[in-house]
């Protein structure tokens, strides 16, 4: 999963630099924070991980979150 995240930090990073307007932006923004969103989705994964991953990918998620 950890890994999953940081792809998917790499890949919001370079449609970022391709953003024309505010409209791609909120686009993108759905697209990995919204409701379905692929990071949204990852975190509801979460709850399945033991217990001592957690906060390890928690935080590692937070931060893609943050980045994006």
Excluded: C, F, W
């Excluded at 890994?3 to 449609?15: F, G, I, Y």
């Excluded at 993108?28 to 217990?51: D, H, I, M, S």
Aim: zero cysteines; charged letters at 45%; proline letters at 1%.
């Amino acid at each position: 999963m950890e890994l999953h995240l940081k792809e998917l930090k790499e890949k919001a990073a370079k449609e970022l630099v391709k953003l024309k307007d505010l409209k791609e932006l909120k686009e993108l923004e759905n697209k990995y924070l919204g409701r379905k969103g692929e990071v949204t989705t990852l975190l509801r994964q979460v709850k399945a991980l033991a217990a001592s991953e957690k906060p390890k990918v928690g935080k590692i998620a937070n931060e893609v979150k943050k980045e994006i």
